[in-house]
T-cell receptor, first 115, second 114 residues
């Protein structure tokens, strides 16, 4: 079965420093991977996705993610964190084996950026 | 373009009562999904509509949950009778009809069953 793991409940980083939010996945077949962000009292917003091609994908708000097939990882990164990046981040994989487009989410990682 | 809207934003009900959640997807999006997040846990899939048809309802917890999507437009999710463990945030999402399209989420309905 498809699954996603986010090993860190929370990540703390100082403003201006690089940040990494970790994600590993388990899929059968080619992975379609996504990152979403949730701000307080809001729905999830799409940040970026990996479908095929270049292992480094760029997304919204300066975020990027690196796909690593051998490590089955899709870590979210940003070179310089902002206080406004503080939010809840979800990694997700699309399950194409059920005949539909079900997306499976991890438990989320709370990012706290300190000024 | 108007986003996905959910109503109500919050609902507090007593155990045994009935609650109906509503979701209006983005116009033209054939795919509509319901998800639920219980405090601190992963966002769990409930079901998936393609237009008015249920494509996958494997995540529905039990027969106290009933989802409909009349005419392939808005959707409702009814919980009857509600139990304490039904508390959580219920998200609706929609997407166009391709496997690489990201989901567009509503702000969610926070359901508290007391």
């Amino acid at each position: 079965a498809q699954s996603v793991a986010q090993p860190e409940d929370q990540v703390n980083v100082a403003e201006g420093n690089p940040l990494t939010v970790k994600c590993t996945y388990s899929v059968s077949g080619n992975p379609y991977l996504f990152w979403y962000v949730q701000y307080p009292n809001r729905g999830l917003q799409f940040l970026l996705k990996y479908i095929t091609g270049d292992n480094l994908v760029k997304g919204s708000y300066g975020f990027e993610a690196e796909f690593n097939k051998s490590q089955t990882s899709f870590h979210l990164k940003k070179p310089s964190a902002l206080v406004s990046d503080s939010a809840l981040y979800f990694c997700a994989v699309r399950d194409l084996n059920t005949g539909g487009f079900k997306t499976i989410f991890g438990a989320g990682t709370r990012l706290f950026v300190k000024a | 373009e108007a986003g996905v809207t959910q109503f109500p934003s919050h609902s507090v009900i007593e155990k045994g009562q009935t609650v109906t959640l509503r979701c209006d997807p983005i116009s033209g999006h054939d795919n509509l999904y319901w998800y639920r997040r219980v405090m601190g846990k992963e966002i769990k899939f409930l079901l998936h509509f393609v237009k008015e048809s249920k494509q996958d309802e494997s995540g529905m917890p039990n027969n106290r949950f009933l989802a409909e999507r009349t005419g392939g437009t808005y959707s409702t999710l009814k919980v009857q009778p509600a139990e304490l463990e039904d508390s959580g945030v219920y998200f609706c999402a929609s997407s166009p009809g391709t496997e690489i399209s990201p989901l567009h989420f509503g702000n969610g309905t926070r359901l508290t069953v007391t």
